[in-house]
């Protein structure tokens, strides 16, 4: 199954910019969807973005035009660029495929947004 490390959140200002990273492993990346997820405090872990083998997205409503989601092949990464960042936006931030198996979340990367 899929093993992945999430890289490149951080604190940043409402209005501000981050750019998440992931590392996967495990699958033979180049077929398969992946996806970023996040979960804030008291809430359950949304799907936030996915993006196909040939590089087909798909976007939440709250982050669409804000965020975009690619990958490179070669390197077996995914990548969220966040612009336009908001409060609301705070989270952990994880990266799987878009049917994700118990057991496969990494610890994910924490986004904060704040003055």
């Known amino acids: 199954q899929v093993r992945v490390v999430e890289s490149g959140g951080g604190l940043v200002q409402p209005g501000g910019s981050l750019r998440l990273s992931c590392a996967a492993s495990g699958i033979i990346f180049g077929i398969e969807s992946m996806a970023w997820y996040r979960q804030a405090p008291g809430k359950q872990r949304e799907l936030v973005a996915r993006?196909?083998?040939?590089?087909?997205?798909w976007y939440d409503d709250s982050v669409k035009d804000r965020f975009t989601i690619s990958r490179d092949n070669n390197k077996n990464m995914v990548y969220l660029q966040m612009n336009s960042l908001k409060p609301e936006d705070a989270a952990v931030y994880y990266c799987n495929t878009p049917a994700p198996r118990a057991g496969s979340w990494g610890q994910g990367t924490q986004v904060a947004v704040s003055l």
């Open positions: 993006i196909t083998s040939i590089g087909n997205t």
